[in-house]
Nanobody
Framework: VQLQASGGGLVQPGGSLRLSCVAS????????MRWYRQTPGKQRVLVAG???????TYPNSVKGRFTISRDNAKNMVYLQMNSLKPEDTAVYYC?????????????WGQGTQVTVSS
């Protein structure tokens, strides 16, 4: 099973970006899915989570600006980021709890760079 993230880039303050992450492989099912971000020298921090049933959670730093969603039929999770600020600059990683044959663990995508700058 692999997670592949995409959609990062350079955006001006106040702008928007949409990140996508797709899970691929064989014979698996997905539980909770999440987005984290990390800046140099700091730990990876959670920015959004969504359960298999669609319940979402956000830290105060992004609440009202970021929206996580998922498409279970396509094994995808999205992060819509609006009103972006320079402090949102980071590498963003998707993460998912995945059950496959003989295994239940979380997987990480490769990360996608988001830069907010004028």
């Amino acid at each position: 099973v692999q997670l592949q993230a995409s959609g990062g880039g350079l955006v001006q303050p106040g702008g928007s970006l949409r990140l996508s992450c797709v899970a691929s492989g064989s014979a698996f099912s997905i539980g909770a899915m999440r987005w984290y971000r990390q800046t140099p020298g700091k730990q990876r921090v959670l920015v959004a989570g969504i359960t298999s049933g669609g319940t979402t959670t956000y830290p105060n730093s992004v609440k009202g600006r970021f929206t996580i969603s998922r498409d279970n039929a396509k094994n995808m999770v999205y992060l819509q980021m609006n009103s972006l600020k320079p402090e949102d600059t980071a590498v963003y990683y998707c993460n998912a709890d995945i059950r496959s044959v003989g295994s239940f663990r979380d997987y990480w995508g490769q990360g996608t760079q988001v830069t907010v700058s004028s």
